[in-house]
């Protein structure tokens, strides 16, 4: 069975900094392009950064660029988001995504048409 899980989410005062894991089980994540999204409270889900599958290519939402760094580790089957420069409206639920066939540049685009993975979240509250 393939789980994508992700970790690491919590409270943090603005300014902060948090590290997301995304671990893979069943699933080998070194053929997969990979990527965070988020979802706050009423809002739909967005994107938030995607790398390609050798850890090559790595592209940003605008509103987290300089801030947030999307990194993976292949040996270790898992996928990071390191978080600084935490601000309120970064408060949301982050999921992290596989897809095969879909680019990483692509995939901030056309994820909501269906990801081959999706992981179920974990919470990131930033305090103001």
């Known amino acids: 069975q393939v789980q994508l899980m992700e970790s690491g989410g919590g409270l943090v005062q603005a300014g902060g900094s948090l590290r997301l894991s995304c671990a893979a089980s069943?699933?080998?994540?070194?053929?997969?392009?990979m990527g965070w999204f988020r979802q706050a409270p009423g809002k739909e889900r967005e994107f938030v950064a995607t790398i390609s599958w050798n850890g090559g290519r790595t592209y940003y939402a605008e509103p987290v660029k300089g801030r947030f760094t999307i990194s993976r580790d292949n040996a270790k089957n898992t996928v990071y988001l390191q978080m600084n420069s935490l601000k309120f409206e970064d408060t949301a639920v982050y999921y992290c995504a596989a897809d095969w066939g879909t680019t990483a540049q692509a995939m901030g685009v056309q994820f909501t048409k269906g990801m081959d993975y999706w992981g179920k979240g974990t919470l990131v509250t930033v305090s103001s």
């Open positions: 069943g699933l080998a994540l070194s053929t997969y392009n």
